[in-house]
Structures are given as C-alpha cells and as structure tokens.
C-alpha cells in the first residue's frame, strides 16, 4: 500500500513568509507526527495528532501549528518565517500512536529554505 | 529526560565486513526501540522495531538487540554493501507520543 507522502517537497519562502506543509498518511493509520531535522539539532519533535485532537506538542514557538482533518490527513503552517526555520519537515503515521508498541512511517519529508 | 546517544558518529568500511552500530539511552523504562536509515536529503526508513519484551529483531542481513538493563542497543550489518551507506538513527518513544532520536552513525562502505 502506499506510504507516507508529504507535498511539497521543496518549498523557498523569504523572511516574514508563512509556510502550509502537508501530509497524507498511510491508509488506517490515525495517529500523525511532525518532526523538524536540521544538521544542528538532529531530529526535533514538533506535535503528534490523533483523530483531529492534539495530544502532544515539541518546544516549538506558537509560529508553528498544525491540525489533523477527519481523513487523518495534516498540516503545519508556519508563520512569520525566520532563516532558522529552513530545515527538513518529516511527517510520519503510525496506526494508534500508543507509544508502547506502533512502528512509526515517515514520509520523504518537505526541504524549506528561507531567504 | 530521555537522552539518546549513538557512537560512532561516522564509520567507514570496505565492502563485506560486519559491523556494529551502538544505541544508548539513559531512561530504561522504554516500551520499544525503533532502527531507521536515512539517505541523504531523504526520509527515514523503518529498519526494525523491537519490543521491551523482545532481545533481538532480525531482518535479512540485519539484526537488532535490546538490553533494557543496560540502556543499549546494537545494529549488526553482515556482509556489508556498497547500498548499505546512509545514516542509521535510532529512537526511543516517550510518555508523550513522541520519538527521540539520537543524532545517528554516518556510514559509508566502500567498493
């Protein structure tokens, strides 16, 4: 079946910008998860959603939000964009979300590059 | 909090060679440890997911092992492959839905 996919892949915005990314995740799974990875800080956890409902949320600045719509589809926006932001956005699925046993599935990711 | 440490940073080795990938965690009340790799510029790539309950996890040339106890675990690669080069990461779930990464072993195999 088809994976994780995320659109677009590349995305140039310049300062002051903001940014809509998306994710489509894999057919059943409900639970969907943002992650920021830039060379510096590695993998950074953004927010988790499940069934429309947030359930969890990164040290992230309120710049960044997302939602989860009925068809389990996401998107995170970003406003008012700073160089800092530009990094790779990986989205990934899992079919609960309960920590304690679901493989998560991560999707290409989206490259922002902020000018 | 969860640290999640992975040594070696980078590892270079000719083709055919085993190797060991390292993964350490401090808090050892984990549920699962997942093994991704990525390629550059790409997503992460589902390698194993092992249980708590579980002490090793093989898929065809790799195999996992998870010593709770201890606070680590360890990728071994038989036979290595020109194609097996790519970042390996592992991750540790936490209480909040949330996976944590360590920064990940570069490797690269070499022809």
């Known amino acids: 079946k088809a994976g994780v996919t995320q659109t677009p892949r590349y995305l140039i915005k310049t300062r002051g910008q903001q940014v809509t990314l998306s994710c489509s995740p894999i057919?059943?799974?409900?639970?969907v998860s943002w992650y920021q990875q830039t060379p510096g800080q590695g993998l950074q956890f953004l927010f988790e959603?499940?069934?429309?409902?947030?359930?969890n949320k990164g040290n992230f600045p309120g710049r960044f939000s997302g939602r989860q719509f009925s068809n389990s589809r996401s998107e995170m926006n970003v406003s008012t964009l700073e160089l800092g932001d530009s990094a790779l956005y990986l989205c990934?699925?899992?079919?609960?979300?309960?920590?304690?046993?679901?493989?998560?599935?991560f999707g290409p990711g989206t490259r922002l590059t902020v000018l | 909090k969860q640290e999640v440490t992975q040594i070696p940073a980078a590892l270079s080795v000719p083709e055919g060679e085993n190797l060991v990938l390292n993964c350490s965690f401090t808090?050892?009340?984990?549920?699962?440890l997942q093994w991704f790799r990525q390629d550059p510029g790409k997503g992460l790539t589902s390698l194993l997911l092992?249980?708590?309950?579980?002490r090793e996890q093989t898929s065809g040339r790799l195999n996992a092992s998870l010593d709770k106890s201890s606070g680590r675990s360890t990728l071994y690669i038989a036979a290595s492959q020109p194609g097996d080069s790519a970042t390996y990461l592992c991750?540790?779930?936490?209480?909040?839905?949330?996976?944590?990464f360590g920064k990940g072993t570069s490797l690269l195999v070499t022809p």
């Open positions: 990934a699925s899992s079919f609960e979300g309960g920590w304690q046993y679901n493989e998560q599935f």
């Open positions: 057919s059943g799974h409900r639970s």
């Open positions: 959603y499940f069934s429309e409902t947030q359930r």
């Open positions: 808090d050892s009340a984990i549920y699962n």
């Open positions: 092992i249980q708590s309950s579980q």
């Open positions: 991750a540790v779930p936490n209480s909040g839905y949330a996976l944590n």
